[in-house]
């Protein structure tokens, strides 16, 4: 088949590739987010997915929306059987959607119906799920709603954060979606309709939402911390300034602290919360890389006082 893929950020790369590297499928164009400010810099750059286009010689559309009329001209000039979706991160009009004869398929990182929307992987991680997986689906105009062609699972590890769970989707995911596309071109599979049961939403988790409540349990705060690593990166202040931490470990026999007291030893920096406290692995203190939370806590000499709010 004849195919336009559209992707944005890294997790796309791996299911592209499949696509390119497959001998049955052409990758005429990929449509992809326009350029975005990045790094200390803040210069403007292309998506990863554009970058990797542009490597292997595909033509690469930009569209501002993707119900942009001279979008959709091209789209149309193009004439793709199919278009695979992969964390594009815009909404696609019916315009759009009406274009290939085989649909836009959308490789979602959950279980679908659980967790449809913008950020699955946070929140399977953030309500302490232990299995979650991939789905590919007939997009639709609806979220997350159409029909289901293949699923694949993947347990949760105690210690995984959004990014290294994602990390393993994006590569079991790419074998998902190549297989989708044989089957569809094969005329061998159909899509099923999603169960009206089990449907939760996953929205974006932004800043605010990735705030550490030191009052919560220790529990709770790990989760958090772990769902949004990397991104957007969970962050509390300290005299005032916002600072990002890293994922925690446990220290249950540590002895007692209040929620957000700090407590420096030789061998870790711990910080209370509403049940035991946890001991920081990594802190990101503003405009400065990630150090380790002993560094910091020498860089900033901390007296017997301080605490994290």
């Given at each position: 088949m004849k195919l336009v893929f559209a992707g944005t950020p890294e997790p796309a790369l791996p299911p592209l590739e499949a696509l390119l590297e497959s001998s049955r499928h052409e990758v005429a164009a990929v449509v992809t987010r326009?350029?975005?400010?990045?790094?200390?810099?803040?210069?403007?750059?292309?998506?990863?997915?554009?970058?990797?286009?542009r490597e292997a010689g595909i033509e690469v559309l930009k569209p501002a929306k993707a119900r942009d009329p001279e979008f959709l001209d091209r789209l149309r000039a193009?004439?793709?059987?199919?278009?695979?979706?992969?964390?594009y991160g815009a909404l696609l009009p019916r315009e759009a959607l009406d274009i290939p004869r085989h649909g836009w398929v959308n490789l979602h990182f959950s279980l679908l119906p659980a967790w449809r929307g913008a950020a699955p992987v946070q929140h399977a991680v953030l309500h302490g799920d232990d299995v979650t997986g991939a789905a590919t689906?007939?997009?639709?105009?609806?979220?997350?709603?159409?029909?289901?062609?293949?699923?694949?699972?993947?347990?949760?590890?105690?210690?995984?954060?959004?990014g290294d769970l994602l990390g393993r989707l994006a590569i079991a995911g790419a074998r998902l979606l190549a297989d989708?596309?044989?089957?569809?071109?094969a005329g061998v599979l159909e899509p099923r309709p999603q169960a009206e049961e089990g449907v939760s939403h996953a929205p974006k988790i932004t800043s605010e939402t990735a705030r550490i409540d030191w009052t919560s349990p220790a529990l709770r705060v790990d989760r958090l911390i772990r769902a949004c690593t990397p991104a957007p990166g969970a962050w509390t202040t300290f005299r005032d300034?916002?600072?990002?931490?890293?994922?925690?470990?446990?220290?249950?026999?540590?002895?007692?602290?209040?929620?957000?007291?700090?407590?420096?030893?030789?061998?870790?920096?711990?910080v209370g919360t509403a049940s035991h406290p946890v001991a920081l692995d990594e802190v990101q203190p503003p405009g400065k890389r990630r150090m380790s939370a002993l560094d910091w806590a020498r860089g900033a000499a901390l007296t017997g006082t301080e605490v994290l709010a």
């Open positions: 326009p350029d975005a400010r990045s790094g200390r810099g803040r210069q403007m750059v292309e998506s990863p997915v554009a970058q990797r286009a193009i004439a793709p059987d199919c278009c695979p979706v992969v964390a689906f007939e997009i639709e105009e609806g979220l997350d709603t159409g029909p289901v062609y293949g699923v694949l699972t993947e347990p949760i590890r105690p210690t995984d954060t959004s989708t596309m044989d089957g569809i071109d300034e916002r600072v990002k931490i890293g994922p925690v470990r446990p220290a249950a026999g540590a002895g007692p602290l209040a929620p957000g007291e700090l407590r420096v030893s030789k061998k870790e920096v711990l």
